[in-house]
């Protein structure tokens, strides 16, 4: 169900987008070269041990990837993520970790570092998440994270995403607001190394059908434009935007083609492999 009323004023924000991001005399948006969708698993602070972490994992690495051409990146806590990416590494799966330290200072009781994870031979974060953002994450010690990661190498996935939606359209002032401080400082040497998830507060951990595709469509035109204005248009439009919240094995697909977005982060259903599977097979 669409958040939004049909009203002409969504309209209007939509074919402003469009106008703004392509140029005039081209009719439709340039053609984008198909990359590798990127699917993430977001483990979350589940199992609650390693012994069922391991179940999960062993179902999945059953998987027959071969058909699926997608880069796919399981995120789980840091506590099991050394079982897997040290000795799977180089193998179908890539590994992330689900936040790094915004610090590089030894003297960080509790904090792991980018150093730390690309030593266990993570090669994602994810930075930013929503649930972290709750707890007094704010813009400033997102861009610092996102420093220190893809200074030691590491891919970050930066989320963004508005608690909730309004008719004036505060909420995209909202996520240009979380891009442009998030990447503050960010150096364009290492865009290849950035991905931006799209996940609205108010869609995660649903279960059921989350952003209309359209919506999504418009935010990802949306993400671009601000991107652009931040590096330049070549640049900005390079960055993969990624899209999470209640991602399931019957609106993945779709989400990814309506929303024409470059691949999913994916919570609760991400931890039933079979479940899990049954997205990776549908894409
Ligand atoms: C998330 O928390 O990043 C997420 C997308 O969760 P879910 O798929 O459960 O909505």
Do not use: D, E, F, I
């Given at each position: 169900m669409s958040i939004f009323k049909k009203t002409s004023k969504k309209i209007a924000v939509k074919k402003t987008i469009k106008k703004d991001i392509f140029p005039?005399?081209?009719?439709?948006a340039p053609k984008v070269s198909v990359k590798r969708k990127l699917i993430v698993a977001?483990?979350?602070?589940?199992?609650?041990d390693l012994k069922e972490a391991t179940k999960i994992f062993t179902v999945l690495k059953r998987i027959d990837l071969k058909k699926v051409k997608d880069t796919v990146v399981i995120c789980p806590p840091d506590t099991y993520l050394a079982d897997f990416s040290l000795k799977y590494k180089g193998g179908k799966f890539k590994f992330g970790a689900q936040d790094v330290s915004v610090s590089n200072n030894p003297e960080s009781t509790g904090e792991i570092s980018a150093e730390m994870l690309k030593n266990l031979k993570a090669e994602y974060v994810i930075v930013g998440h929503s649930e972290r953002r709750a707890l007094g994450e704010t813009n400033s010690v997102v861009a610092k994270k996102i420093l220190n990661a893809v200074d030691k190498g590491l891919k970050v996935i930066l989320c963004v995403g508005e608690e909730h939606r309004d008719v004036n359209g505060d909420y995209l002032r909202f996520i240009e607001k979380q891009l442009i401080e998030s990447l503050d400082g960010f150096n364009k040497k290492y865009i290849a190394n950035l991905y931006v998830a799209y996940e609205p507060v108010w869609a995660i951990g649903k279960g059921h059908a989350s952003l209309e595709s359209n919506d999504l469509h418009q935010m990802n035109l949306f993400i671009k434009k601000v991107l652009v204005s931040i590096f330049d248009r070549k640049i900005g439009l390079s960055v993969p935007i990624i899209y999470g919240g209640s991602v399931d094995e019957e609106n993945a697909k779709q989400l990814i083609e309506a929303g024409e977005v470059e691949g999913l982060l994916i919570?609760?259903?991400?931890?039933?492999p079979y479940v899990f599977t049954k997205i990776l097979k549908s894409l």
């Open positions: 005039k005399n081209k009719k439709s977001n483990w979350k602070m589940n199992p609650v919570g609760r259903a991400s931890l039933n």
